[in-house]
RNA sequence: CGCGGGGUAGAGCAACCAGGCAGCUCGUCGGGCCCAUAACCCGAAGGUUCUCGGUUCAAAUCCGAGCCCCGCAA
């Protein structure tokens, strides 16, 4: 068995760190995850994703505040980090007896950061992947030991992206793990100069602007949903379209129309968009056409 | 005590501010029209107006307390 320290604290990370406590390949003697925090409405505290799974195996779980001048107390054979959310500092990567070995949600080096699945939609790209690397004391910037590609189809969303590399990213870390300790792959450079960088994103990352074309707003919404998800203005009140297709009526942009039971919305270039599911401010998502037997006096 | 919106027929909303027969768009059911229809016409059923208390001749509406849902914020 290969000795590991996980590092992760996301729902993706979660699944990546199951997957390997069932590949039973691997002895998980640490679980390093960002501590408890408070959220939602009432401010309740919730544990990571990863935190719930490693307490169903029982695991050893570490959740330091920070990693600065943190001391890891159990070291390992490999040190494997997915969507923890920290920079991990040169002392702890360097505990590791064969590496410290990272899984990226991308094709690096594109798409280095926090969003790379959201990124990938919004920018409307056709194809994404995997990335297993060594990591060094820069962000998703050591050297890549292998790498899957995926194709992204026109509709998928984040749920399906997600879910889909999270389909072969199990199998490409465990194996290449495992290679990678017995000496059986090499790693690549990256080619730092086509790096490109990905932030994370907030509620006002959603709020469109109708100066865009359909196409472009509509993969805001695969990438932004279903967190922040893709709102606008209307009446003064934040309205919160919960799902979209892109459609070809003419519509002023900008502008809510209904037409029959569908509801479309201008964008730019004549484009425009149906709305299939919308939530107001203070209300309870409803459909299209629920929306307009409410609302059709103002519309 | 973080800020704000809301709870009215199966759904979405109006009426509330300024108390006086609870209404609109749908849906459901029945009938009509039609070659036909999810279209159109006629009709019907369906309500403890979230709960409890108060004010009043009279409360969905005003006052007090509570429960629940949601948008921000974190």
């Known amino acids: 068995m290969i000795s590991v320290v996980y590092f992760g604290t996301h729902h993706f990370s979660a699944h990546i760190l199951e997957s390997l406590i069932d590949s039973k390949l691997f002895d998980i003697k640490l679980v390093v995850t960002q501590p408890d925090r408070p959220a939602g409405r009432k401010k309740e505290i919730q544990k990571s994703p990863v935190k719930i799974i490693a307490q169903k195996y029982n695991l050893k779980i570490e959740q330091p505040e920070t990693l600065k001048n943190y001391i890891l107390p159990t070291a390992?054979?490999?040190?494997?980090t997915c969507q923890y959310g920290l920079i991990i500092p040169k002392v702890i990567l360097d505990t590791a007896k064969h590496a410290s070995i990272n899984v990226h949600t991308s094709l690096?080096?594109?798409?280095?950061?926090?969003?790379?699945?959201?990124?990938?939609?919004?920018?409307?790209e056709k194809e994404t992947g995997i990335t297993v690397m060594l990591m060094d004391e820069k962000m998703d910037h050591g050297d890549i030991l292998k790498q899957q590609k995926i194709t992204i189809d026109s509709d998928d969303t984040f749920v399906e992206l997600n879910n889909k590399l999270l389909a072969i990213a199990p199998d490409l870390l465990i194996k290449t793990a495992s290679d990678y300790v017995e000496g059986k792959i090499t790693s690549q450079t990256q080619l730092h100069d086509e790096a490109t960088?990905?932030?994370?994103?907030?509620?006002?990352?959603?709020?469109?602007?109708?100066?865009?074309?359909?196409?472009?707003?509509?993969?805001?919404?695969?990438?932004?949903?279903?967190?922040?998800g893709i709102w606008t203005e209307y009446n003064g009140?934040?309205?919160?379209l919960l799902e979209v297709k892109p459609a070809h009526e003419k519509v002023k942009q900008g502008k809510l129309i209904s037409q029959q039971d569908k509801l479309f919305a201008g964008c730019a270039q004549n484009t425009s968009i149906e709305i299939i599911k919308i939530q107001l401010e203070g209300k309870n998502p409803m459909q299209a056409?629920?929306?307009?037997?409410?609302?059709?006096?103002?519309?």
């Open 108 to 124: 690096l080096p594109k798409y280095r950061g926090a969003s790379p699945i959201q990124s990938a939609l919004i920018n409307g």
């Open 237 to 240: 009140q934040r309205l919160k």
């Open 289 to 299: 056409k629920e929306f307009i037997n409410g609302f059709k006096n103002i519309l």
């Open 76 to 80: 390992a054979d490999l040190n494997i």
């Open 197 to 228: 960088f990905c932030k994370e994103f907030t509620r006002d990352d959603g709020k469109i602007d109708w100066d865009k074309t359909s196409e472009q707003i509509y993969n805001l919404y695969r990438g932004l949903t279903p967190w922040p």
